[in-house]
């Protein structure tokens, strides 16, 4: 064969001894997938040794089934440690994925020769790590520093500057990607050398560890050539070449391999994505294009050509006006930029240029879509049913294919109507996930409508989540057994009362009726024990938000409400005296309580049927906070607020607070915490200036005699104030202000008081809107006047 002795290593390293034919790759490169698929069979060696976890000899034989669609990903996770894994992504251009198929076609034995994964996850315990993967030929550019003060030499960043390139990513593929299948074999030779001079000048180059793997990999390949014979082909990491051709004994390699820490594994093939084979994704081997790769690889012929051809019909897609002719320019344009560039063929950088150029008018945004579309890429692999998997991943695969829920990884919205069936189930689904810790989808603000029957969600399905998914296979067999018991052990546990409710909560959501009993039980034990009224409102609205869930999901919530009330009755009683005496930060973060308790109150009354008057006895408590002095300021301006819009106190009353507050014998910090209650704060305080010139005038007479000294500090509360109002608001108030009491109005009645509103209906303006009125909202038969129309529409 051309390039290739058998065997390989005599000639490598001055010795006549047999040696194995050592492939020497770099993982994820398209060029070594095909050099390594030509070696293998010019040579049709008897075995073939991969660099990979030994523990995944056993799911070998599944690469060669129908169901397996790479990129995939062999998995391995600590079995007492949830949180502890490992991957060791393949893609279809990946060599070692060239060399299993190939063993599998023609029936030669594939065996994995890296250090055994159970010292793999060990290792990453110590050092904080939560991702495996090939070391170092596919590692960012640069050196970097590994552990103590060693440079970690990156050795494709080596060669390429001795080359003189400054992009190794570049270099690479004019120096395999782009070469004639009649040069691929005689690269392993020259790679090898190469490798050979950079281990002889850095040694471990930085990578400590490696001493430790290569032992193990010759270890490996000793008894594979006892068991096989000489003719063993060995796929690895070109780095690794020197070291398994250097002569060592077996007691030394034993030696390097004593006492290291080992954990319990299991292991399984799990899908993986372009994506997460990026660098950009967070891939520690990874490459920085994937998708280019993979063109590169199954391109039959004319690269260039086909993959601009890809890009137009994805911009096309996109609403982009790109014709044949902007194709062949793009074509030219490639190649013409390459023979400036001095290399061989035109590469990824110069297809971009002409792309940016000729069909995105120069223009990055097209350009951003054809690199996350084309060159990264959502390609997500498959794997078939007979691979390995805990009872709890075979339920979810179950429901997602009887929900038509399927796994996709790219981002998209799920909208559910809680009333349908299927969405209600799919909603029971994603609830019991996230219990789980399996994050698939993040619930978010539906678009469509407010009302609890309705969610939208977003989804995005990970690799990583396969992990997830094996971790929360001790909770149980199913999604629904297994969400069951890690919710009554997250209530056992929580230490918050706030958790609690939040944990009740998301129990309702996930329609979890058998966890209820314990949540409950913790939720009334941790309420008895807090005496913080501020934790007590904090949970109180979580409490109050999953009785309107079981209402919606048919769930008996009795027990919860009986809890809710009990909690609602201590936060009335201890919230005046812990209103009393407060720094500014801590005022606002008591207003923000009684903002959520006052939301809660309402919804509550309804959900609890005894005892009745919850609502009234809140409006105690708003009175006892807007009239005590020893009240902060933004709580009783609050306080008073809600009393307003709740209909416990009159436009009169609220206008006698405000001119008690606004005062000379107010201090101006206080008044303007006052006003910050009352008309800030999102409560719409802007039009209710707006409507009530009453209370404009009232801040506007207080703002106007401020005393110089005192505007500097009350300015930064105000500020917060106001700029929290529309734009509209503000210039509304703004010409109310400038025209100020007892100027011409445009009401054609005034009433008492200050001008611009009168205080009785406007018949003559009421008849002029309700006709319109009454066509939009489909009323058939007029009323018998302007004021029955008025409360008629209202209705």
Known sequence: MTGVEWPPGGAASGSADVGPLLLGVRHHGP???????????????RAVLIEGPPEADPLIHLAAEEGMRPPVALLAHAVDEPGRSAFWPLAEFSPEWVAIRWALEHGVPARFIDLPAAHTLAWEKEDGKAEAGPEPEARASGPSRGSGDAVRVDPLAVLAETAGYDDPERWWEDAVEHRGEGDALASFTALGEAMA????????????????????????????????????????????????????????DRALLKGLPKVRTDMTWVPWTHRRLSRAGGYGAGIDSPGWYGHLFGAPDRPVERWLTKVARLLREEGQVVSSAHVIEAVRLAGTLAALRGRPLPGLTETTDAVRAVMCEGSDVPLALVYDR???????????????????????????????????????????????????????????????????????????GTGTFRETWRLRWEPELA?????????????????TARAE??????????DVT???????????????????????DRAALDTDVGHLAQALPALVRSLRYGDVRATDTRALAGVAAGLAERVFVGLPPACAALDEEAAGEMRRHV??????????????????????????????????????????????????????????????????????????????????????????????????????GLVDAWLTGVPPDAFTDVLPLLRRTFSAY?????????????????????????????PGFASGLDSGRADAVVPVLRLLLGLREPGSGAADDVMEVGR
């Open 31 to 45: 060029g070594s997938a095909r050099s390594v698929g030509a070696a293998l069979a010019a040579a049709r060696p």
């Open 595 to 696: 903002d959520a308790v006052h939301g809660a109150v309402a919804l509550l009354e309804e959900g609890v049927p005894e005892p009745r008057g919850i609502r009234e006895r809140w409006r105690s408590v708003l009175r006892v906070l807007s009239g005590r002095d020893t009240v902060a300021g933004v709580v009783r301006g609050r306080a008073a607020r809600l009393l307003l819009d709740d209909g416990g106190l009159s436009h009169d009353e609220a206008a006698r607070l405000m001119a008690l507050v606004l005062s000379p014998g107010t201090a101006p910090g206080d008044a303007a915490a006052w006003i910050e209650g009352f008309v800030g704060g999102g409560l719409g305080g802007g039009l209710l200036l707006v409507h009530d010139e009453r209370l404009l």
């Open 374 to 448: 084309l060159v990264v890429g959502d390609v997500l692999g498959e794997v078939p049913a007979s691979a390995p998997a805990v009872p709890l991943q075979r339920d979810l695969a179950r429901l997602q294919k009887r929900l038509r829920l399927r796994p996709e990884p790219e981002e998209r919205e799920l909208e559910l109507d809680l009333r349908k069936d299927t969405d209600a189930e799919r909603s029971r689904v994603l609830h019991r996930l996230m219990l789980l810790g399996i994050g698939w989808g993040e619930a978010m603000a539906s678009r469509t």
């Open 467 to 483: 992990v997830r998914v094996a971790e929360a296979g001790v909770w149980g067999t199913t999604v629904h057994a297994a969400a």
């Open 502 to 524: 939040a944990l009740a909560e998301r129990c309702l959501l996930a329609q979890l009726p058998d966890a209820l009993p314990v949540v409950t039980r913790a939720l009334a």
């Open 726 to 754: 529309e734009s509209g608001v503000r210039r509304t108030l703004g010409e109310l202000v400038r025209r100020g009491p007892g100027a011409p109005t445009n009401a054609a009645v005034t009433g008492p008081g200050l």
């Open 489 to 498: 052990a997250d209530a056992v546990a929580a230490r918050a009362l706030a």
């Open 197 to 252: 001079a950079l281990r002889e000048a850095y040694g471990a180059g930085g990578h400590e560890r490696d001493l430790v793997r290569e032992a193990y990999m010759r270890l490996q390949v000793r008894a594979a050539r006892r068991e096989f014979g000489e003719r063993v082909a060995v796929v690895c990491g070109a780095w690794h070449v020197p070291a398994l051709r250097q002569k060592s004994t077996v007691t030394a």
